[in-house]
């Protein structure tokens, strides 16, 4: 199994052991070991600068208050990603299995899709911000 999947298997755990009636301090402790145990298998920790830079160079600069409903609609969007982003992982040349060009053709056309659709949430999401900032400023 690659270390991904270990690290992925660890954070699930760690996530799963939260009651939810626990403490801040607990869940910040389970989140600070999924994270550890994530590092631990090489990944990089979460760079929050460079993720911020990288929003504002796609031109969200405003704060989005997102729906439940647009919310959930990324949410499962980036599940897909996720799930299609595994199986294309673990078809590839060092992979325990093998997909058709069919089937990876198709797999890349949904990866697209997903992105574009979870990506127009999003536009959609900073346009009402942006006119909610100009509503407010006039």
């Not at 997909?99 to 999003?122: F, I, M, N, P, R």
Request: charged share 20%.
């Amino acid at each position: 199994m690659n270390s991904k999947a270990q690290a992925a298997r660890v954070a699930a755990k760690a996530a799963a052991g939260v009651d939810a009636s626990s403490h801040t301090s607990s869940l910040d402790s389970v989140y600070a070991d999924a994270i550890q145990a994530i590092a631990g298998y090489g990944d990089q920790p979460l760079d929050i600068h460079d993720i911020c830079s990288h929003r504002r160079a796609c031109g969200f600069t405003d704060d989005l208050a997102l729906t439940e409903c647009e919310a959930q609609a990324i949410n499962t969007r980036l599940y897909g990603l996720s799930a299609i982003s595994a199986l294309l992982m673990g078809a590839d040349d060092d992979g325990s299995f093998k997909l058709s060009k069919w089937l990876q053709g198709g797999l890349h056309s949904a990866l697209y899709a997903l992105t574009e659709d979870a990506q127009g949430v999003l536009q959609r999401a900073n346009e009402k911000a942006a006119e909610g900032e100009k509503g407010g400023a006039g």
